[in-house]
């Protein structure tokens, strides 16, 4: 079989609910394909973990599970995270007893998994294999895998009026407080000595389209990179490596990505968001009005961003694996 009838293999860099659906649209426009490279394309999602955290003694993984919940079809479409047709009983009698936090709920169908995967890294499983045996209940289409097996949790350092200096976990600046406090600082705790998942580094090398969804830069994005030797594979892999801009006319798309990109100096622009890719990024769909970020050898295309639909979400997934494919190196495209 040749290289250019052969199923394409994709691998995506993914944080929660933007880069799920984009990977939903992604599944959608493969499986419409009459190029029988993409109908039979193989998808590896690496998900950020960085946003984990433990609550009520149970490990919860905010970005696997909305890949996992939204691509094997049990998400709330709603809110874009959690159990469809979920429930908080639990929640009510932890609330009951004062026991905190109470500021991240916890749906009761939600909880199920949370037991299970707090049950089986207890007994000694990694967290690869923990998301493999989730993910034989939902199969969500593509092979799922955690950025690394070792424990990344970012905090995030804020001012306190008396000029002293707070650290809280991600989830509560995010969730609690809605990132409405300004952050000094943003730091993956334990990513400097983490290792990549089985597989993550291998899915980068051996890759024809490595893929970035319109996730968070700073930590989604960003906190996968965080993890030594990731992006070395994506500066040295041969596939093109193509992203879509998480900013439409300098606002997030969805989110609080410019108060992540406020704490990291960095202006909330498509421009220099992809300014924080530069040394791998080869192609970059920004919103119509926007302007392009200007580097050579990096190849940018206007289009409509927003998933506001179905087809709009498997669109622009589309237009992302069109670039991709129109920069592939001619020896592996022919």
């Not at 705790?189 to 490595?210: F, I, K, Q, S």
Request: net charge negative; hydrophobic share 45%; proline share 7%.
């Amino acid at each position: 079989m040749s290289d250019a009838s052969r199923p394409l293999r994709i691998t995506a860099l993914a944080g929660g609910v933007g880069g799920a659906r984009f990977l939903r649209g992604l599944l959608a426009h493969l499986a419409a394909a009459t190029d029988p490279a993409r109908r039979g394309a193989a998808v590896t999602v690496v998900s950020n973990t960085a946003d984990d955290v433990t609550l009520h003694g149970l490990r919860v993984c905010p970005d696997l599970d909305s890949v996992m919940y939204t691509l094997g079809g049990g998400i709330d479409e709603v809110r874009g995270w959690g159990r469809s047709q979920e429930t908080s009983g639990v929640a009510a009698e932890l609330a009951a007893y004062g026991a905190e936090p109470s500021w991240f709920t916890l749906g009761d169908k939600d909880i199920a998994t949370h037991l299970v995967r707090t049950r089986m890294l207890a007994e000694g499983a990694t967290l690869s294999e923990v998301t493999a045996h989730l993910c034989e209940r939902w199969r969500p289409g593509v092979r799922l895998l955690p950025m690394t097996d070792d424990v990344v949790e970012t905090h995030v350092d804020l001012a306190e009026p008396d000029g002293s200096t707070r650290r809280v976990h991600f989830q509560e600046w995010w969730v609690r407080l809605h990132a409405a406090v300004p952050a000094l600082a943003l730091e993956p705790v334990g990513a400097a000595t983490a290792r990549p998942a089985p597989g993550v580094l291998e899915a980068l090398r051996e890759a024809d389209v490595v893929v970035l969804p319109p996730s968070n830069p700073v930590v989604s994005i960003g906190t996968i990179l965080s993890v030594p030797g990731v992006r070395e594979a994506l500066v040295a892999t041969p596939a093109p490596v193509v992203g879509v801009s998480p900013v439409i006319a300098g606002a997030p798309v969805r989110g609080m990505a410019d108060a992540c990109l406020a704490a990291i100096g960095v202006p909330t622009t498509a421009a220099a968001v992809a300014g924080l890719y530069d040394d791998f990024l080869d192609g970059w769909l920004v919103a119509e009005e926007d302007e392009p970020p200007v580097r050579a050898g990096l190849h940018v295309r206007r289009r409509p961003l927003l998933m506001s639909s179905p087809q709009a979400t498997a669109d622009l997934a589309g237009a992302a694996l069109d670039l991709a494919l129109e920069l592939r190196p001619a020896e592996r495209a022919a």
